[in-house]
């Protein structure tokens, strides 16, 4: 699938009072170790994701990402039929916790997907995770570089793969389809906050 734009960024727009009001939400609740989906199963694999996790429901920390993966979706000229927001992951890494290659793009058609792993909410069902949106709640670490990655084909079928360094500082949000693959570099000090949501619609055509 060609694309104009690989990503698109917000430069700080999350106020300093709504991440406060996210991380004070979740400082009481148990981060698991993150998941994997493998055979439509989500299991701990420490060589492709060592990092913890928690999702949370409820409509505020959505609403910090609506009027942007909107904005995005339609300046990028992607104009992908979005119709519903996934629960609001809370990633958290510790030094050398890092989140290798990997993309986000799951169907949850014909009972498809590792749905029973996020929500039971019927709006899940026969969906797509079309775009995917992040944000830093933190800055006081070093590492934890966010790259995308991108096929670009050549001639005679080759092809060579290009990495995309995004500057993703403190307020901003990103917003890149959920077919992209990208990674998180290790942690070499301290602890990184983020946070991301998955952008669902009817399946690509």
């Known amino acids: ?113 590792p749905y029973h792993l996020l929500s039971c909410h019927e709006n899940y069902k026969g969906k797509e995770r079309k775009l995917t949106a992040v944000t830093l709640l933190s800055d006081d670490f070093s590492g934890g570089e966010f790259e995308l990655s991108h096929h670009v084909f050549g001639d005679n079928n080759t092809t060579k793969i290009e990495v995309l360094s995004v500057d993703l500082s403190l307020g901003d949000i990103l917003v890149f389809p959920s077919f992209l693959w990208h990674r998180v570099k290790p942690i070499t000090s301290g602890i990184r906050h983020s946070m991301q949501v998955w952008c669902l619609g009817p399946p690509f055509k």
């Not at 690989?6 to 009072?17: H, I, M, P, R």
């Not at 920390?61 to 979005?82: E, H, L, Q, T």
Request: avoid cysteine; charged fraction near 25%.
């Open 1 to 113: 699938m060609n694309l104009n734009y690989q990503y698109w960024t917000f430069n700080n727009v999350v106020s300093d009072e709504a991440r406060n009001r996210v991380l004070t939400g979740v400082q009481d609740k148990p981060f698991k170790k993150g998941l994997v989906i493998k055979d439509g199963k989500g299991i701990v694999d420490k060589k492709a994701r060592d990092n913890t996790a928690v999702f949370v429901g409820g409509q505020f920390s959505r609403d910090i990402f609506i009027p942007y993966v909107n904005g995005a979706n339609k300046s990028s000229g992607w104009n992908y039929d979005i119709d519903w927001f996934e629960d609001i992951q809370i990633a958290k890494y510790g030094v050398n916790e890092y989140y290798g290659w990997h993309h986000d793009a799951m169907s949850y058609t014909n009972g498809a997907g």
